[in-house]
């Protein structure tokens, strides 16, 4: 197969790296892995430590396309949330300013912008500003809530998980809204972009409003489950002394879940919308 181009997938042992990345390859693209650990992740060639390696500053030099998906929602601590949203993107941007890619795909978040007090939201807004001032194409999807399908549960999914038959803990009163999108449509929308569609920032959102409280019982298949609400005061008291578990993603879950779905960015790049409701109860 004649190569199609060559790609450079930051974050590459992410999940959604793991279903993409096979994808590029079956296209015919020469594909490089950029991760901080050695790991093995299917691309062609894999840099690690790539935030200091002079081998990934050459690879973005030269690639065609960039897709960026590196990235932390629940970061351990302020600088930790500067250093994975904000630091990588502006190395990306640095290396490919004067470099030969012709277009960057990046995964944001849904109303990131930099006047958001929230810290993942407002890196997010400088990281999307960082690589429109590259003068190159840029196509930003903004992303909520990302969701496999049933029997490939991510370390999201997996929070909406019973386990062994106990309460499902929801932050909040579990009232507040969302619209999940399946991982799939994140990357066929990516694979998309790649040879379609324009540069602009878009709203990648699933076609289905739902309660937090409702997507756990879909997600359990289970109208039953039990669910135990952490009421927010609780919530934002224990995200100062529980491990793993920062402020800034229990204000995410409170008061940012909400997204817009727009079914214009699904027509930008040719795709129909998954229904998360028929992947976990297809009857």
């Excluded at 407002?122 to 500003?129: F, I, R, V």
């Excluded at 994140?186 to 540069?199: D, K, N, P």
């Excluded at 289970?222 to 529980?242: E, F, M, Q």
């Excluded at 793993?244 to 817009?260: I, Y």
């Amino acid at each position: 197969m004649q190569e199609a181009g060559k790609i450079v997938i930051t974050s590459a042992n992410c999940a959604t790296a793991a279903l993409l990345i096979p994808r590029l390859r079956q296209n015919g693209y020469y594909t490089t892995g950029l991760i901080r650990r050695p790991a093995n992740i299917g691309t062609d060639a894999v840099i690690t430590d790539w935030m200091h390696s002079e081998a990934a500053k050459q690879a973005m030099a030269d690639a065609d396309h960039i897709i960026h998906l590196s990235g932390d929602a629940n970061a351990g601590n302020n600088h930790q949330y500067k250093e994975a949203n904000y630091t990588t993107t502006k190395r990306v941007a640095d290396c490919i300013r004067n470099g030969r890619c012709r277009r960057v795909i990046y995964l944001s978040y849904a109303h990131a912008a930099t006047s958001q007090h929230n810290l993942y939201l407002h890196y997010k807004g400088h990281a999307e500003h960082l690589l429109q001032e590259t003068r190159k194409e840029s196509v930003i999807f903004r992303c909520p809530v990302i969701v496999d399908a049933p029997g490939q549960p991510s370390r999201m999914d997996q929070l909406f998980h019973s386990k062994r038959g106990r309460p499902v803990p929801a932050i909040g009163d579990g009232r507040q809204k969302m619209n999940p999108v399946y991982r799939g449509d994140v990357v066929a929308a990516i694979l998309s972009a790649l040879v379609s569609g324009r540069a602009g920032v878009y709203d990648l959102s699933g076609p289905e409003e739902m309660t937090i409280d409702d997507f756990i019982r879909l997600a359990n298949q289970d109208p039953a489950v039990r669910i135990r609400h952490i009421p927010a005061w609780l919530a934002k008291t224990l995200s100062h002394l529980v491990p793993n578990l920062s402020p800034t993603f229990v204000d995410l879950m409170l008061h940012h879940t909400r997204s817009v779905y727009n079914p214009a960015t699904y027509a930008e790049f040719g795709l129909e919308p998954s229904r998360v409701s028929f992947l976990f109860n297809p009857s």
